[in-house]
Nanobody, 125 residues
């Protein structure tokens, strides 16, 4: 059984920064492609950023390009999401997701079989 453990959410003022982390634990084997999704209150879960299994390719939603950076420490299967210049519209529950699909990181919820518990990010304006 593989689990994802997230940390790093919280309350921050607009313009500030936060870093989220997510570690794959349990019966792991090999490297994982990892991604961050977010779900604003009352809305659907949406893709934010993803990184492929060998950490050579990253992908971002247009709304966060230039402000968010995803990275991964392959030795520990830990992904990080550095969020800068935060805006009120970045508020939501952030979920980490993982799969072992090859190629570029997937951007759809259905392509990930393992999810973290979610961490709240609130940006005050």
């Amino acid at each position: 059984q593989v689990q994802l453990v997230e940390s790093g959410g919280g309350l921050v003022q607009a313009g500030g920064s936060l870093t989220l982390s997510c570690t794959v634990s349990g019966r792991t084997y090999g490297n994982y492609a990892m991604a961050w999704f977010r779900q604003p209150l009352g809305k659907e879960r949406e893709f934010v950023a993803g990184i492929n299994r060998i950490s050579t390719y990253t992908q971002y939603a247009d709304s966060v390009k230039g402000r968010f950076t995803i990275s991964k420490e392959d030795a520990t299967n830990t992904a990080f999401l550095l969020m800068t210049t935060l805006k009120a519209e970045d508020t939501g529950v952030y979920y980490c997701a993982a799969n072992q699909l090859p190629g570029t990181p997937r951007t759809m919820v259905k392509d990930y079989e393992t999810w973290g518990q979610g961490t709240q990010v609130t940006v005050s304006s």
